[in-house]
C-alpha cells in the first residue's frame, strides 16, 4: 500500500505545481498519462488517478476506483515553483516535484531521473463499472454465449448448460426460456437474429429457428458436422449462412430449405460477408472467397505451410486483413485478387476485430486500433490482453471485457475512459445500448449503468 500511495503521491505532486497560472488551473481530477527513467523506455502508463481539492488536500488512487476519502496534503512554493505532497499515513513526505511544463489538460513534473506526464479527466471516469447494476440475473451454471442478441425489448442468450432464454432487458425478468439450446459448447456460438426471429445452431448440426414471442421453434434442420464448437450462424440478404466444419459451406433461405452448398478443400474455421462475398479461412492455410448469391468459388489463395489459426477476417477500406496467431502477423491484402499489400509482423498481434470501418488488434501487452489502409498504428493503450471477448463501440467508445479488467476506450485518441477490475470468467461480448452495458459470465447476466 506505502508503495502504491509513493506512485500516486508522485503522480499527484507532478500535475499540481503550475508556474505562473493560479493553483485553480489545476483543481480537479488527473491521470499518469507516463512515467518514465532518463533514457530508459517507458516503466508506467494510465494506472494512478488524482484529485486536487481547495482545501489543499489530495485524493488518489487506480483508476476505474471509487474516491475513497482524502488521502493527505499538498503545499506549493509558486518561487520555487515545486510541489510537495505530505499522505496522512504517517505524515510521511515524498519529495518536491519541479514543474517543467503545463497547459490546462497536460503537465510535465521532473523529480530527479524521472519524468510525469499528465493529463485531466473528468471524476466519472473513476466509477467502477459493476458499481451499480441496474439487475442481475442468475441462470445458475454456465457460460453465457460467446455472441448473444438484443433488440428493442429483449436480451437473449444460451449457455453450454441452459436453454436459449428471453429476458427484458430493461428489469432482467425472464420472459421465456425455450425447450431448444444452442450447442454443447454454446459459449463459442452466436445467436443471430432478424426482427421476429432467432437463429443459431444446437448439437449435431442442428439450426434452429425460434419465435422472438414465445421462444418455440419454428423449425430446425439438419446439417452436415463434424464439431459443435466453432458452427457460426449469420443472417445476410435475407439468407441464414453456416459453416458446420465439415468440408462444406452452406447457405439456407429462412424457411430451412438449402440455397446452395460448396464443397471446399478443409472446413472453414472462420469467416466474414461484406459486399455480398462471403471471406473464409480454410484449413491448414488455405483462404477463399465465396459468392454469397450462388456458393461460387471467385478466387482462392494457400497462404500458410502451417496449420495455424485464423481469427474472423476483416474488409475495411478496400483492404482485406488476415491474422496468423502462430505467427502473430497481421496481413492486407486486395480483396478481389488476394495480392499482398501490407504486412505486420512487428507488434506479435494475436488477434483483431471489427466496428464498422474500424479495426482493432491485440497482443499480450496492447490493444491498438490500426489503420487498415497500411497497417500502421493510431493508437496503442498497454495492459494484459492475453484474453478477452469481442469488443464492442458505441457512442465512440469501445467496450473491452478481459479476464481480469473492463475498459471503456475513446476510439479516436485511445484515451482510456475507465480501467476497472472485472475478474469474471467469461466468453461473452458485451452489449451496449443507451442506457445500459449488458455482460454475461458464469451463471450471470447483468445490466449494468453507464459511468458517464
Not at 519529495?95 to 519524468?115: C, P, Q
Not at 456460438?189 to 419465435?211: M, P
Request: contains cysteine; negative net charge; glycine residues 8%.
Amino acid at each position: 500500500m506505502k508503495s502504491f500511495m509513493r506512485g500516486l503521491v508522485v503522480f499527484v505532486l507532478i500535475f499540481f505545481v503550475v508556474p505562473i497560472v493560479s493553483s485553480q488551473k489545476f483543481l480537479g481530477y488527473w491521470e499518469i498519462m507516463s512515467k518514465e527513467k532518463e533514457e530508459q523506455e517507458e516503466i508506467e502508463d494510465r494506472l494512478r488517478w488524482v484529485g486536487f481539492f481547495e482545501d489543499s488536500t489530495y485524493s488518489a488512487g487506480l483508476i476505474g476506483e471509487l474516491d475513497t476519502g482524502k488521502r493527505g496534503v499538498w503545499t506549493f512554493d509558486k518561487k520555487e515553483n515545486l510541489l510537495q505532497l505530505i499522505s496522512y499515513n504517517d505524515n510521511v513526505d515524498d519529495g518536491k516535484y519541479v514543474i517543467k511544463r503545463v497547459s490546462k489538460d497536460h503537465m510535465t513534473l521532473d523529480l530527479l531521473w524521472k519524468s510525469i506526464y499528465l493529463e485531466k479527466v473528468h471524476k466519472s471516469s473513476k466509477v467502477p463499472i459493476d458499481a451499480e447494476p441496474y439487475w442481475e440475473y442468475d441462470f445458475g451454471s454456465g457460460y453465457p454465449n460467446q455472441n448473444p442478441a438484443i433488440d428493442e425489448a429483449n436480451f437473449y442468450f444460451g449457455s453450454d448448460m441452459t436453454p436459449v432464454t428471453c429476458l427484458d432487458k430493461n428489469s432482467g425478468t425472464v420472459r421465456w426460456v425455450s425447450d431448444v439450446k444452442v450447442g454443447s459448447k454454446g459459449f463459442f456460438h452466436s445467436i443471430a437474429q432478424d426482427e421476429n426471429f432467432l437463429y443459431f445452431n444446437g448439437t449435431q448440426g442442428t439450426i434452429y429457428k425460434v419465435d422472438k414471442n414465445d421462444g418455440k421453434a419454428t423449425w430446425s434442420v439438419k446439417v452436415p458436422f463434424d464439431d459443435d464448437v466453432l458452427n457460426k450462424i449469420t443472417v445476410y440478404n435475407n439468407l441464414l449462412f453456416v459453416n458446420p466444419l465439415v468440408k462444406m459451406f452452406i447457405a439456407l433461405d429462412k424457411n430451412g430449405k438449402e440455397v446452395w452448398s460448396t464443397e471446399l478443400s478443409n472446413p472453414v474455421f472462420s469467416y466474414t460477408i461484406e459486399n455480398s462475398m462471403i471471406y473464409a479461412n480454410v484449413g491448414f492455410g488455405d483462404f477463399v472467397v465465396l459468392d454469397a448469391k450462388s456458393g461460387e468459388i471467385l478466387n482462392q489463395k494457400h497462404i500458410s505451410s502451417k496449420v495455424n489459426f485464423y481469427p474472423t477476417p476483416i474488409v475495411s477500406k478496400e483492404t482485406l486483413l488476415l491474422c496468423d496467431v502462430g505467427k502473430e502477423t497481421i496481413t492486407g491484402y486486395n480483396p478481389l485478387t488476394l495480392e499482398e499489400k501490407w504486412k505486420d509482423s512487428t507488434n506479435q498481434f494475436k488477434g483483431m476485430y471489427q466496428s464498422g470501418e474500424m479495426v482493432f488488434a491485440i497482443s499480450d501487452s496492447e490493444f491498438s486500433r490500426l489503420s487498415p489502409v497500411d497497417g500502421s498504428l493510431l493508437w496503442s493503450v498497454p495492459g494484459e490482453f492475453d484474453r478477452i471477448c469481442n469488443p464492442t463501440v458505441s457512442a465512440g467508445k469501445v467496450f473491452i471485457q478481459t479476464r481480469y479488467m473492463f475498459f471503456i476506450i475513446d476510439t479516436k485518441n485511445g484515451n482510456v475512459l475507465l480501467r476497472t477490475p472485472f475478474e469474471h470468467m467469461s466468453y461473452t461480448q458485451p452489449l451496449i445500448t443507451e442506457n445500459g452495458i449488458y455482460v454475461g459470465y458464469e451463471g450471470m447476466i447483468t445490466k449494468l449503468k453507464h459511468p458517464f
